[in-house]
């Protein structure tokens, strides 16, 4: 008597009809927790860019100056979100083209990585120059002149 291998572990993609089947041959297409999940991510992810930039424009700015234990990670947050987002984004139209094609994933992958980049200069130790009018007035940088709340 042979073991019935785990059906969760073996799946098989059907071509044309682009569905999956489990090697039992039921369908595992409908998968309302998966798309769940899904939207809770990308809810998620959009939130972290929304709270970005409002930390950049000074709206929130209760995070500054000791609040996180990195200093500028809520200027950090966005960036890597939306490299998060990007990839995602890109994952779900690998599911829907099949493939994606090479001149769009590219270029998504190429602004990932840049996205990815900047947000982890931010983590660690962002130049002055980057970082937003507000903060830099209150670090007394000599290139802000004037209070930027007051212009």
Not at 12 to 21: D, F, S
Not at 80 to 99: H, I, K, S, W, Y
Request: proline share 9%.
């Amino acid at each position: 008597m042979t073991a019935r291998p785990d059906t969760t572990l073996l799946l098989a993609r059907a071509g044309a009809a682009k569905t999956w089947t489990a090697a039992g041959g039921e369908s595992v297409t409908d998968r309302p927790p998966v798309a769940l999940a899904a939207v809770v991510i990308v809810v998620v992810l959009v939130g972290a860019i929304v709270a970005g930039i409002l930390a950049f424009q000074g709206r929130w700015r209760a995070w500054y100056p000791d609040r996180y234990k990195s200093r500028f990670m809520p200027l950090a947050v966005p960036w890597q979100a939306g490299a998060a987002l990007l990839m995602v984004a890109l994952g779900g139209l690998n599911a829907l083209l099949d493939p994606v094609p090479l001149l769009l994933m590219v270029p998504v992958i190429g602004l990932a990585l840049c996205s990815l980049t900047v947000g982890t200069i931010y983590a660690i130790h962002p130049p002055m120059r980057m970082l937003p009018r507000w903060v830099r007035w209150l670090e007394e940088d000599p290139a802000i002149l004037s209070d930027p709340d007051h212009d």
